[in-house]
């Protein structure tokens, strides 16, 4: 039953769907609507408090430093939350001041921190005794100083001009139907207009396509025949549309409008849209343009996202900043930029080394054998050696992963060839250089053609032998001739000879790195890509540099409702051929296109599901067994499973709505299980699992206790760790000397280096 370490060990999941029922527009998603807040709601940063109050909790002598200061910044975070709740901005402002010094003041604290005095335990659960890492307070000001940012802009914002949604509540069907004669105008328009461009695309067709006019159709239809309903029921405020239906047109249109913002168009765009039918599809639209979330929505969704890091909150928070991306305010649209860019760095990153590169190229080996050409129109043969040296080298580069297959060989041949009933009797050498440029990308290896030198090609003839060898002068005679016209012919014979080298040396590099790189690139694309693809995901390269030593490449997954990193990911250790590194959110989007939230199934179903979505079959196997099946789960509705890097674990955090065995019931609570690394004597690296399972929401009543622990404990077996080292170092001579080690868990990341042995 170990379902969850197959989920873990997949890094795979499956996408959302949505009904005819819900939300017809894209931004407006009826299941994510976020409830307006009560003034005195405004959020508190969570988490970080969390992080203060174990602080002020230590009776560490060592600490009390460190906890004056929490007592203090503990102290600023409340009171800027109440004054932003009352609208206070100019001493909201005056407290963020006060925060930044904060931060400068924790950065003296780090620089001579020595968290080894007086401690006695490292781990938060021995409160009296807690003392943070210095890993712990870079976290604590990376957070600090991400809300620092937040709380900025969301004042700004607040002093801007604000374009409230209640001006749409007086909207009705009539107003709906009206939006639709002109967008359906505007929609024809564009699609008339047949002047063409160089590819052959109508113009009008790209403006369709650009403001999606088409999908934009297709929301008011839908909204049309939901409004058109008897007897539906409405809140009393609004007499026929809904507020979630009003917020969703609204970021259509606000959307729409920030396309034909004619500061962004130049005049040939300005023209071409300046036709009535468009202009008066803009007047409309501005008709329905307002500011659908605000400021203290969004802080109230970061602060669940960074308690959390859950699919669920996950997708509320981009849905979040997405909608004040398209704001009519200015200031609104700020603050979903910055959101967006505060949790949309990379979360995946790979540095590789030139010399790690080179252990994956086969050994060298020399090729002999016969070989048969024809030069200037006659037939030569023998016998060729080829010696060459493969080596990949990386080529400088601020925006690529650029690598180079440099080849260097020498052929060298004894042949002979027939000329005027004469045989020649040749040896040859030359020299070349060929090189192959590779890309990585987030799609694989691109290869480009090859480019090849030969050098030093000189053919020395070593002997003539004629048919005539027996009569004296004659035989001398036509030897003459034949070495005449051999000397005269030698300088086409070399440069012939040189193409053939180039050309056949040119094909067999192509061909040879096509089959070892087509061969990656198909099961990368064909698993990793169109698998993510199934799921609604993409991989998006972030950065790119390449180093004379290394490449160095991060990438985010990009989709719906998708966030990516928000921490700067652990340093790479000395001594490290390979770093892999892994953010959280980057785990738990794949776990959220599970899809499971809400949902109840037993045990061997779910890992048939599993086994089906993510294209592995090998999760059905012989251990499902009928103690599977008596298991019934309902996971929560909102983030059923978490996974959390930090402090050196991974923790999961399972959240189960209800969990039948047999005739017992259990609802409503949490398993949280950490897994710790752990290097075998043979240089093999796990994640082992640390202490017992914990549970949250759960009665302190023993007999309660040992059922739950008796399920997760199948569930997460302590006998059953995660492999983190590679299949094949085991059977691989190349791979040898190398073991996976250096494991970091830190920060939200999980970071994977390939050393040395001892």
Known sequence: MALFVGLLGALHGAGNCCTDDEAPARLGDQSLDIPVLPVEAVPVAYRLLNRLDAILESRIKAVQPLRLWAEQTKRQINELSTFLAQRNLTEAEARRIQLEHSTVRLAEIRENWEPELGAEGGGPTKRENYVPTPIVLEELQLSLERWILLWKQTVIAL??????????????????????ERTQAAQSFFLGEKQTLARGRFVGELWSLHLDTTAFLGDLESCRKIVGQPNRRVAALISTIPIWMLASLSDRANATLAKLDESALNDDQRRFLAVPSVAAWKEELQTWASDTVSPQELLAVVDAYEATAGASDMARLHHVATRLTVSRSPTFRQLGRLTAELYGGPNIRIYISRIFLNRLLPVNEVEEGPF??????QPVFGHRRIEKEVELNLIPANDQLLLSLDVKGTVQTASKSGAFATTLFNSGYADYTAQKKIELTENGFRLLPSQVTVTNNRVFLRNIRTELDGIPILSGIVREIVLGQYESRQGGARAETSRKIAQQTRNRVDSETEERFGEFNNQFRSGMLDTLRQL??????????????????????????????????????????????????????????????????????????????????????????????????????ENPVVVRFADGLAEIVVSIESLKLQRQTFRDF?????????????????????????????????????????????MFPVGRPLTLSPKFFDTDPRFADMKTGLCQIEKGWLSIALVAKE
């Open 536 to 637: 609604g995901l993409s991989i998006e390269q972030q950065s790119a540099k390449t180093e004379s030593d290394w490449l160095l490449g991060s990438w985010r997954m990009v989709g719906d409702g998708v966030l990516s990193g928000s921490t700067p990911a652990p340093t790479t250790q000395q001594g490290a051929f390979v770093d892999l590194k892994v953010h959280e959110s980057a785990v738990n989007t794949l776990i959220g296109k599970l899809d499971i939230g809400g949902r109840r199934m037993s045990a061997g179903e779910f890992r048939k599901e599993i086994a089906a979505k993510f294209l592995k079959p090998e999760f059905i196997d012989n251990e499902i067994d009928d103690e599977d099946e008596d298991v019934e789960i309902a996971f929560a509705p």
């Open 670 to 714: 949490k398993g949280i299980v950490s897994y710790r690394p752990v290097e075998t004597p043979d240089g093999k690296l796990f994640l082992e699992r640390d202490g017992i399972v914990s549970f949250a929401n759960v009665r302190a009543q023993l007999r309660t206790q040992v059922v739950l622990r008796a399920v997760f404990g199948k």
């Open 159 to 180: 002093e801007g001009n604000a374009y409230p949604l209640a001006k749409l509540f007086s909207k009705g069907l009539g107003d709906i139907q009206r939006l639709e």
């Open 372 to 377: 048969r050409e024809v030069i200037q129109g």
